[in-house]
């Protein structure tokens, strides 16, 4: 997963609680995704930006909040945690110019409780 | 029903055996598809993309699609026990905003 980073790898909140999952990518890509991928459901997007300082909602953005206050950084944010958000969170970027130039980073694992 | 259809697995194949994956889609305005492999426990890794019908070649790898029958598949030649993950289809109207639908993702094991 070359380029993107997520931070944390692994994460466990009661309900109620918040948290800010964090993506950086260091390949001056425009455009930057969070997705999240549960079983059966494949990956669905939560929120994309295509720039800086631009927020999108996807198809699941309820119960999150993003920001890409600057280039190489994408936050989303759980306000108030719930066990329908467990899930494991990518993120990824593209560049824009190109299909190929995409990449995911690692993952994020939230257990929700 | 989904907009994009592709069977979960597991597939189980020999090695050096090919492998046919698929995936089906009802919104005819779909333009770009694309395969991502999946490792355990790892991001999707982009494989390759096609626009509108057609085939596509990169070495062992060839991604097939039929608009008419809206139909796509991924074919892996001389299958390897390293070939062994999940491999998602997706695909998007146009390259504008880069908003990609998923399939579930089909799971590949290739045993030695």
């Known amino acids: 997963n070359a380029g993107v980073t997520q931070t944390p790898k692994f994460r466990v909140l009661k309900t109620g609680q918040s948290m800010t999952l964090l993506c950086a990518q260091d390949?001056?890509?425009?455009?930057m995704y969070w997705y999240r991928q549960d079983p059966g459901m494949g990956l669905r997007l939560i929120h994309y930006s295509v720039g800086e300082g631009t927020t999108a909602k996807g198809e699941v953005p309820d119960g999150y909040n993003v920001s890409r206050l600057k280039k190489q950084n994408f936050l989303l944010g759980l306000e108030s945690a719930a066990p329908s958000q467990t899930s494991v969170y990518f993120c990824?970027?593209?560049?824009?110019?190109?299909?190929?130039?995409?990449?995911f980073g690692p993952g994020t694992r939230l257990l929700v409780l | 029903q989904k907009e994009v259809e592709q069977d979960p697995g597991p597939l189980s194949v020999p090695e050096g055996a090919i492998v046919s994956l698929n995936c089906t889609y009802s919104n005819s305005a779909f333009q770009y598809f694309m395969w991502y492999r999946q490792y355990s426990r790892k991001g999707p890794e982009l494989l390759m993309y096609?626009?509108?019908?057609g085939n596509k070649e990169d070495g062992r790898f060839t991604a097939q699609v039929d608009k008419s029958s809206k139909y796509i598949s991924l074919f892996i030649r001389d299958s390897q026990p390293s070939d062994s993950a999940t491999y998602l289809c997706?695909?998007?109207?146009?390259?504008?905003?880069?908003?990609?639908?998923f399939g579930t993702g089909t799971r590949l094991k290739v045993l030695a």
């Open positions: 096609t626009y509108s019908s």
């Open positions: 990824a970027s593209i560049s824009g110019r190109t299909l190929e130039t995409q990449y």
């Open positions: 390949m001056n890509h425009e455009y």
């Open positions: 997706a695909m998007t109207p146009t390259s504008g905003t880069y908003k990609y639908i």
